[in-house]
């Protein structure tokens, strides 16, 4: 009984592994509402935003948040220069509209931040390899 349960098993597990992880890649972070809350939670403690730039700045990040999902999901799978491309764009417009929500010292931070992301992003990115 053993025996032929743990060849059943040793038979499928290649075909397990197919389904370990539907759509790597995609929707790594959460619906968009969960991401855009995330990331307005974390500026607004960076930040220290008023409550009205945090009500607007919510919004800000819920719409493009939004938008990338919609991007993500209408990308061909593995075309990563397209979607880097898009994602990018996407980007430096939410920059934009976040920019005229802040003052300029709550725009430095910002900025200094993304940065530490990046290179953050660079060094585990680095590290796997």
Do not use: H
């Not at 389904?19 to 974390?42: I, L, V």
């Not at 935003?49 to 945090?54: I, K, N, R, V």
């Not at 938008?67 to 990018?88: F, I, L, N």
């Amino acid at each position: 009984m053993k025996k032929s349960l743990f060849v059943v098993l040793l038979a499928i597990s290649p075909f397990l592994a197919l389904f370990a992880q539907p759509g790597a890649g995609r929707n790594f972070q959460g619906s968009p509402e969960e991401m855009a809350k995330r990331q307005t939670e974390m500026m607004v403690e960076k930040l220290t935003l008023s409550e009205a730039q945090a009500s607007r700045i919510q919004d800000i990040n819920l719409k493009y948040a939004q938008k990338m999902k919609a991007a993500r999901d209408s990308m061909p799978e593995g075309d990563w220069q397209m979607m880097r491309q898009k994602m990018t764009v996407l980007r430096q417009e939410q920059d934009a509209e976040l920019r005229k929500m802040m003052t300029s010292d709550q725009w430095a931070i910002y900025e200094q931040w993304k940065e530490e992301q990046r290179a953050k992003r660079e060094a585990q990115r680095n590290q796997g390899n």
